[in-house]
Each structure stands twice: as structure tokens, then as C-alpha cells.
């Protein structure tokens, strides 16, 4: 087999699996694509093919999504991180550009903030995880919705089940309602505060957001650039929602990604 000619390897760690989707032509330089909820190594491929002269690329099925089957039930993103850490640790050999969105991202985070020497670079894309500001509208309607299916919960003894099958129907959101047995993680992960992680980050850092994401909305990028500091850079993409790599985003985030890492090498 050449090189890059592409396979497909799975690692087993602490009960769950990883697969990894491996190509390119480099064998010391390596890109790692998280994916998103939902998603899997088809993702992000139109961004990883643009990379595959250049460097080593894995595209990832993190546990629970596409054909890597799901993780223990207790699992987060501290979690799936040790996961991926174990894998690139004992199974790549070279410097690492990381690259994560979304709920990817957050797991990118979490290991760029234990500074292993084998991740050089950091690129989030659309990433959460970082509380609403106190007052925000969007803070206070999850804590009147909370607090509501906390009632109906709470009055299932009195009403039975209806209560809070109509809280999910009319409040859950898309992801909620599709997880299935990743239910218990979501939930979990959506709760998580990765503040103290991104305030760890040592390596340069690349945030690429599109200015018409809603889900992720560009003032995370503003907010985790000063929480990583100097070697942080925002990049933002006019008229690209949170699925910014879809159509000519990939496009374009490539073109962002490949300016950034060459200026990194120049540094």
C-alpha cells in the first residue's frame, strides 16, 4: 500500500472505539479532524482533502457516530478526549494540527489544554462551551425551561408521563431529540463550562466562525480568543452559519487554515 493511499484503522480505549479514516502523503505531519454532534468522518472531508498533499490526514468517527459504536453512558468530553489522547499517542508519530468543531471542538479544547508537545496547532471551528453572559435573554430562557421541566418532573406522580413528553417535543432541541442512547452525554456535554480549559491553551490557536452562526454565535470566538490570549486568531466568515464547511466553506476555511499554519511555520 503507497503512503497516503487511504485506510482505515480503530483503536480500543477504556471501553470505547475510535475509527480513524487515514490519507496523505506526509508521514511526520499529521491533521486531525473532530467532527461535530451528529456528524461524522464525512463531515469535514472537503476541508481535509485540501490538506492531503501537505500532510497525514485522520478523519475521525468519535464514539457513538458513524461507525464507531457508542461510548459508556457516563461519558464527556473529558472522556472522549482521553480517547482520542491514548490514540495519538500510541498510534501517530508527529506533530499534530488539531482541528475540531462544534461538539469536536469542545473535545479539542480539552486536550489542547493539557499542552501535550505532539499538538501544535489548534483549529476550532463553530465551537460551544462557554457560558451566556449573566443577563442574556437566551440565559434566562434555559432557566425558565429547566425550571419548568423540573416541575413537570416532579408532578409525574399527579399527571404520569405526558408533562414532560410535551416539554421534549416543544423545548428540546433537534440534537436532544435525535441522541437516542447519547442522550445522557449530550445533556451532559451541553452543561459543561470549558472556560478553565481554554484558559490553559498554550499553543496558536485558529478560531474560524461564520458571522451568521446562531447556534455558536461569533461572540465565542471573541471570548475564547482572550481566554487563550496572544497566539489566538479569529477568522470570521461572512454569511456562513455553523455549518461552515458545507459548499464553498470548506473552501474557505481551508484557505483561511492554510494561510495561518504557514505563517505559523514562519514564526
Same mark, same amino acid.
Given at each position: 500500500?503507497?503512503?497516503?493511499?487511504?485506510?482505515?484503522?480503530?483503536?480500543?480505549?477504556n471501553?470505547?472505539?475510535? &475509527?480513524?479514516?487515514?490519507?496523505?502523503?506526509? =508521514?511526520?505531519?499529521?491533521?486531525?479532524?473532530?467532527?461535530?454532534?451528529?456528524?461524522?468522518?464525512?463531515?469535514?472531508r472537503?476541508?481535509a482533502? $485540501?490538506?492531503?498533499?501537505?500532510?497525514? =490526514?485522520?478523519l475521525?468517527?468519535?464514539?457513538?457516530?458513524?461507525e464507531?459504536?457508542?461510548?459508556?453512558?457516563?461519558?464527556?468530553?473529558?472522556?472522549?478526549?482521553?480517547?482520542?489522547?491514548?490514540?495519538?499517542?500510541?498510534? =501517530?508519530?508527529?506533530? &499534530?494540527?488539531?482541528?475540531? #468543531?462544534?461538539?469536536?471542538?469542545? &473535545?479539542? &479544547?480539552?486536550?489542547?489544554?493539557?499542552?501535550?508537545?505532539?499538538?501544535?496547532?489548534?483549529v476550532?471551528?463553530?465551537?460551544?462551551?462557554?457560558?451566556?453572559p449573566?443577563?442574556?435573554?437566551?440565559?434566562?430562557?434555559?432557566?425558565?425551561?429547566?425550571a419548568l421541566?423540573?416541575?413537570?418532573i416532579?408532578?409525574?406522580?399527579? =399527571?404520569?408521563?405526558?408533562?414532560v413528553?410535551?416539554?421534549?417535543?416543544?423545548?428540546?432541541?433537534?440534537?436532544?431529540?435525535?441522541?437516542?442512547?447519547?442522550?445522557?452525554?449530550?445533556?451532559?456535554?451541553?452543561?459543561?463550562d470549558?472556560?478553565?480549559?481554554?484558559?490553559?491553551?498554550?499553543?496558536?490557536?485558529? $478560531?474560524?466562525?461564520?458571522?451568521?452562526?446562531?447556534?455558536?454565535?461569533?461572540?465565542?470566538?471573541?471570548?475564547?480568543?482572550?481566554?487563550?490570549?496572544?497566539?489566538?486568531?479569529?477568522?470570521?466568515?461572512?454569511?456562513?452559519?455553523? #455549518?461552515?464547511?458545507?459548499?464553498?466553506?470548506?473552501?474557505?476555511?481551508?484557505?483561511?487554515m492554510?494561510?495561518?499554519?504557514?505563517?505559523?511555520?514562519?514564526?
Amino acid at each position: 500500500m503507497a503512503s497516503g493511499a487511504p485506510h482505515v484503522a480503530r483503536f480500543d480505549h477504556n471501553g470505547a472505539t475510535l &475509527v480513524d479514516e487515514i490519507s496523505g502523503d506526509a =508521514v511526520s505531519r499529521h491533521i486531525v479532524f473532530l467532527h461535530g454532534w451528529g456528524g461524522n468522518r464525512e463531515s469535514l472531508r472537503g476541508i481535509a482533502t $485540501l490538506f492531503q498533499h501537505t500532510h497525514r =490526514v485522520h478523519l475521525l468517527d468519535l464514539p457513538g457516530f458513524g461507525e464507531a459504536p457508542p461510548p459508556p453512558e457516563s461519558w464527556g468530553t473529558v472522556e472522549y478526549a482521553d480517547l482520542v489522547q491514548q490514540y495519538l499517542l500510541e498510534q =501517530v508519530r508527529g506533530t &499534530v494540527v488539531l482541528v475540531g #468543531h462544534s461538539f469536536g471542538g469542545r &473535545v479539542s &479544547v480539552r486536550l489542547a489544554s493539557r499542552r501535550l508537545t505532539q499538538i501544535r496547532d489548534l483549529v476550532l471551528l463553530g465551537v460551544p462551551g462557554l457560558p451566556q453572559p449573566a443577563l442574556s435573554k437566551v440565559r434566562l430562557r434555559r432557566w425558565g425551561i429547566r425550571a419548568l421541566r423540573k416541575g413537570l418532573i416532579a408532578l409525574k406522580p399527579l =399527571v404520569g408521563e405526558g408533562g414532560v413528553r410535551w416539554h421534549t417535543a416543544r423545548f428540546g432541541s433537534k440534537d436532544y431529540q435525535a441522541a437516542g442512547a447519547l442522550r445522557s452525554i449530550l445533556v451532559q456535554t451541553v452543561n459543561e463550562d470549558l472556560t478553565e480549559s481554554a484558559k490553559l491553551i498554550a499553543c496558536p490557536a485558529l $478560531l474560524v466562525w461564520g458571522t451568521d452562526d446562531t447556534d455558536t454565535p461569533p461572540w465565542l470566538a471573541a471570548r475564547y480568543a482572550s481566554l487563550i490570549g496572544a497566539k489566538a486568531t479569529v477568522s470570521l466568515l461572512p454569511h456562513k452559519d455553523h #455549518h461552515l464547511y458545507t459548499g464553498t466553506g470548506a473552501h474557505l476555511v481551508g484557505q483561511q487554515m492554510r494561510t495561518w499554519l504557514k505563517a505559523q511555520a514562519n514564526d
